[in-house]
Structures are given as structure tokens and as C-alpha cells.
């Protein structure tokens, strides 16, 4: 009934192929993501409506209008999402064997303000964090021993990091995520990450400035 792709710059020609295709049967998309929150105009040439930014905000209304056959142009949220209380991911439509690994969300954004960095720009240079709570009891639900953190920059509030470390390790599982250099200032911390599970940061080196 309707079709949704996010999608990165570099994925962008790939998605924008298979949103024609969908269009040439009838079928309406909408496109959201980096790349088609920063080009909106560019993407709705491929695509009956844009989502720029976050989709919780302004999903359930995509939804209704693309059910009354009104959907159309760019859809934005006013305002940030609360991320207390957000949704479980839909694991068990997930097909065994076809990812290789889980993920889970602690946080979003990047408090820096590094001009190249799209993660940055899209959420307005803003670090937000769910409840460790909330965290802790959805990771402990995670059927592997393995997952990776998609944060941005998991590690930039050091107090809220600390506290989510502490609620992690109990659970004895190995994760991954990204962080910026600056953990590597402070050993401790890196330790308390890695007795919470941690095996592994990817950080990037972007500029030498």
C-alpha cells in the first residue's frame, strides 16, 4: 500500500531507482533520510512525498493522508522527538539469518558543531538521550549475545554514558558503537565501557584541525 526509503547520499541513486519503480506500478513512496532531508527537492522528483528529519513526528499523518489518497510534498516535525517511551523495533519481522547483527539506540545526534559533519546539521547540533531504563530493558530483550549501538556519539555526555555502562554490564553481552576521539583522554572511562561490553568504537578522523 505505501511504500518507505531512507537512504544516505552515497545509497541515494539506488533508492531514488527503486522508488521509480514502485511509482511506475501504482504504488506511492515516500523518501526520508540524510540525503532527502537535505535535498527535498530533489528526492520528491522521484517520490510522492519527502520526510526531512525525523519520521516519528510526522509518520502517523503520512500515514493518514497517504490512506485518504492526499499524500503529498515535504513532511517535517515541528519540533524533536521525545525519545522516552519510543517503540521497540519490530524484531520478529526480522527473517532469521539474513542480518548479521542487532542494533540498538541509546542516544542521537552530535553536541559538536563540525561544518562537514551531516549528522551534525540534521539534528541541529543537538545530543538527545533516552532513559537508561528504557535502554537497558530493550537491550536485555536483544536475542544474541552480540549488537551494535547506532549512536552518532554515544560517549558525548560522560555522566549519562557512565550510568548506561553501569546498567549494561550485568547483562554480560558485546556490543559496538560510535564515539569521538576524546574518550581515549580518559582510561577509566574507556575501561567502565569495556567491562559494560564494549569490544569495539568506530571513530572518525575527518579533519586534522
Request: proline fraction near 6%; include cysteine.
Amino acid at each position: 500500500d505505501l511504500v518507505g526509503i531512507t537512504c544516505m547520499t552515497a545509497l541515494a541513486p539506488r533508492a531514488y531507482a527503486i522508488a521509480d519503480a514502485f511509482r511506475a506500478r501504482g504504488i506511492p513512496v515516500v523518501l526520508g533520510g540524510m540525503h532527502p532531508t537535505f535535498c527535498p527537492e530533489e528526492a520528491l522528483g522521484h517520490a510522492d512525498a519527502v520526510v526531512a528529519g525525523e519520521a516519528e513526528g510526522v509518520w502517523p499523518r503520512v500515514v493518514e493522508e497517504a490512506r485518504d489518497g492526499r499524500l503529498r510534498g515535504i513532511y517535517r516535525a515541528e519540533t524533536p522527538t521525545d525519545l522516552a517511551g519510543l517503540q521497540r523495533p519490530p524484531a520478529h519481522l526480522l527473517k532469521k539469518g539474513r542480518y548479521s547483527t542487532w542494533a540498538a539506540e541509546a542516544t542521537r545526534g552530535c553536541p559538536h558543531q563540525c561544518a562537514f559533519c551531516a549528522v551534525s546539521a540534521f539534528h541541529q547540533h543537538r545530543h538527545r538521550r533516552r532513559p537508561v531504563d528504557e535502554v537497558a530493558r530493550e537491550v536485555a530483550a536483544i536475542p544474541s549475545h552480540f549488537f551494535i549501538f547506532v549512536d552518532d556519539n554515544l560517549t558525548a555526555d560522560r555522566e549519562y554514558a557512565r550510568a548506561l555502562f553501569q546498567r549494561l554490564a550485568p547483562l554480560k553481552k558485546r556490543w559496538i558503537t560510535q564515539s569521538s576521539l576524546e574518550i581515549a583522554d580518559d582510561e577509566a572511562f574507556v575501561q567502565a565501557a569495556a567491562e559494560a561490553g564494549c569490544v569495539g568504537v568506530f571513530v572518525g578522523l575527518e579533519t586534522f584541525s
